[in-house]
Protein backbone atom coordinates (compact mmCIF):
# COMPACT_ATOMS: atom_id res chain seq x y z
CA UNK A 1 0.00 0.00 0.00
CA UNK A 2 2.81 2.30 0.58
CA UNK A 3 4.22 1.62 -2.71
CA UNK A 4 0.88 2.60 -4.16
CA UNK A 5 0.48 5.99 -2.58
CA UNK A 6 4.44 6.71 -3.02
CA UNK A 7 3.68 5.99 -6.80
CA UNK A 8 0.46 7.95 -6.94
CA UNK A 9 2.22 10.72 -5.69
CA UNK A 10 5.06 11.14 -7.56
CA UNK A 11 3.05 10.45 -10.68
CA UNK A 12 1.09 13.90 -9.72
CA UNK A 13 4.28 15.27 -9.09
CA UNK A 14 5.43 14.55 -12.47
CA UNK A 15 2.18 15.69 -14.26
CA UNK A 16 2.01 18.81 -12.19
CA UNK A 17 6.09 19.60 -13.22
CA UNK A 18 4.99 18.80 -16.84
CA UNK A 19 1.96 21.00 -16.67
CA UNK A 20 4.11 24.25 -15.75
CA UNK A 21 5.99 23.52 -18.77
CA UNK A 22 3.20 24.34 -21.09
CA UNK A 23 2.90 27.89 -21.53
CA UNK A 24 1.88 30.00 -24.27
CA UNK A 25 4.04 33.42 -25.67
CA UNK A 26 2.47 35.81 -28.41
CA UNK A 27 5.30 37.41 -30.47
CA UNK A 28 3.96 40.01 -33.00
CA UNK A 29 5.63 40.61 -36.81
CA UNK A 30 5.16 44.28 -35.66
CA UNK A 31 4.29 46.19 -33.27
CA UNK A 32 3.42 49.72 -34.69
CA UNK A 33 1.58 49.98 -37.91
CA UNK A 34 2.74 53.31 -39.57
CA UNK A 35 -0.48 54.27 -41.81
CA UNK A 36 1.38 57.20 -43.38
CA UNK A 37 -0.39 60.07 -44.41
CA UNK A 38 -3.66 58.97 -45.92
CA UNK A 39 -6.80 60.53 -47.45
CA UNK A 40 -9.65 61.29 -45.65
CA UNK A 41 -12.23 58.42 -45.77
CA UNK A 42 -9.23 56.01 -47.32
CA UNK A 43 -9.57 52.60 -45.78
CA UNK A 44 -8.57 52.49 -42.18
CA UNK A 45 -8.54 48.85 -41.70
CA UNK A 46 -4.71 46.94 -40.65
CA UNK A 47 -3.46 44.25 -39.78
CA UNK A 48 -1.38 42.59 -36.62
CA UNK A 49 0.19 39.41 -37.30
CA UNK A 50 0.92 37.45 -34.26
CA UNK A 51 2.69 33.70 -33.96
CA UNK A 52 2.08 31.38 -30.55
CA UNK A 53 5.59 30.31 -30.23
CA UNK A 54 4.79 28.49 -26.71
CA UNK A 55 4.00 25.10 -26.82
CA UNK A 56 -0.13 25.95 -25.11
CA UNK A 57 -2.76 27.38 -26.58
CA UNK A 58 -2.83 31.10 -26.47
CA UNK A 59 -6.10 33.33 -25.73
CA UNK A 60 -6.88 36.60 -26.75
CA UNK A 61 -8.86 37.51 -23.75
CA UNK A 62 -9.28 41.60 -24.77
CA UNK A 63 -8.54 43.81 -26.80
CA UNK A 64 -9.03 47.29 -26.32
CA UNK A 65 -8.17 50.63 -27.60
CA UNK A 66 -7.68 54.20 -26.02
CA UNK A 67 -10.20 55.88 -28.44
CA UNK A 68 -13.70 55.19 -29.84
CA UNK A 69 -12.11 56.44 -33.04
CA UNK A 70 -9.99 53.34 -33.30
CA UNK A 71 -12.12 49.92 -33.27
CA UNK A 72 -9.38 46.36 -32.75
CA UNK A 73 -10.73 42.86 -33.35
CA UNK A 74 -9.46 39.68 -31.80
CA UNK A 75 -9.74 35.96 -32.81
CA UNK A 76 -12.30 34.40 -30.89
CA UNK A 77 -10.26 31.37 -30.67
CA UNK A 78 -7.42 29.98 -29.08
CA UNK A 79 -4.32 30.30 -31.40
CA UNK A 80 -2.41 26.82 -30.93
CA UNK A 81 1.30 26.41 -30.59
CA UNK A 82 3.39 27.28 -33.87
CA UNK A 83 -0.28 28.56 -35.70
CA UNK A 84 -0.62 32.47 -36.02
CA UNK A 85 -3.34 35.34 -35.72
CA UNK A 86 -4.71 38.33 -36.44
CA UNK A 87 -5.81 41.37 -34.65
CA UNK A 88 -7.50 43.94 -37.13
CA UNK A 89 -7.99 47.37 -36.08
CA UNK A 90 -10.25 49.51 -37.95
CA UNK A 91 -8.75 53.61 -37.52
CA UNK A 92 -11.83 56.46 -38.55
CA UNK A 93 -9.83 57.62 -41.24
CA UNK A 94 -12.97 60.58 -41.68
CA UNK A 95 -11.36 62.36 -38.68
CA UNK A 96 -8.57 64.26 -40.21
CA UNK A 97 -5.60 65.04 -38.14
CA UNK A 98 -2.47 63.19 -36.82
CA UNK A 99 -2.84 59.26 -35.60
CA UNK A 100 -1.41 58.07 -32.47
CA UNK A 101 -3.06 55.63 -30.95
CA UNK A 102 -2.43 52.24 -28.60
CA UNK A 103 -4.33 48.92 -28.82
CA UNK A 104 -3.96 46.88 -25.70
CA UNK A 105 -3.80 43.27 -26.47
CA UNK A 106 -3.97 40.80 -23.04
CA UNK A 107 -3.92 37.19 -23.45
CA UNK A 108 -2.78 34.13 -21.19
CA UNK A 109 0.58 34.68 -22.62
CA UNK A 110 3.50 33.94 -19.92
CA UNK A 111 6.15 37.06 -20.58
CA UNK A 112 3.92 39.33 -22.43
CA UNK A 113 -0.01 38.81 -20.73
CA UNK A 114 -0.21 42.74 -21.89
CA UNK A 115 0.86 44.00 -25.16
CA UNK A 116 0.82 47.64 -26.28
CA UNK A 117 0.11 47.66 -29.91
CA UNK A 118 0.73 51.25 -31.96
CA UNK A 119 -0.86 53.06 -35.18
CA UNK A 120 0.38 56.23 -36.04
CA UNK A 121 0.23 58.58 -39.41
CA UNK A 122 -1.86 61.10 -40.71
CA UNK A 123 -5.28 61.60 -41.95
CA UNK A 124 -5.62 64.63 -44.46
CA UNK A 125 -8.08 66.19 -46.24
CA UNK A 126 -6.95 66.61 -49.95
CA UNK A 127 -10.06 68.97 -51.11
CA UNK A 128 -8.62 71.26 -48.51
CA UNK A 129 -4.97 71.29 -50.01
Same mark, same amino acid.
Given at each position: ??? !???? !?? &? &??????? /?? #??????????????? @??????? &? =?????????? $?? /?????????? +????? $? %?? +???? #???????????? %?? @??? *?????????? @???? =? &????? $? %?? !?????? %???? *?? !?
Amino acid at each position: MKH !LVTL !LV &A &AIFSITI /NA #QDKVAEIEFKTETID @YGTIEKG &A =NGIRTFEFTN $TG /NAPLIISKVK +STCGC $T %VP +SKPE #QPIMPGDTGEIK %VK @YDT *NRVNPIRKTI @YVTS =N &AAKKA $T %VA !LKIKGT %VVNT *NN !L
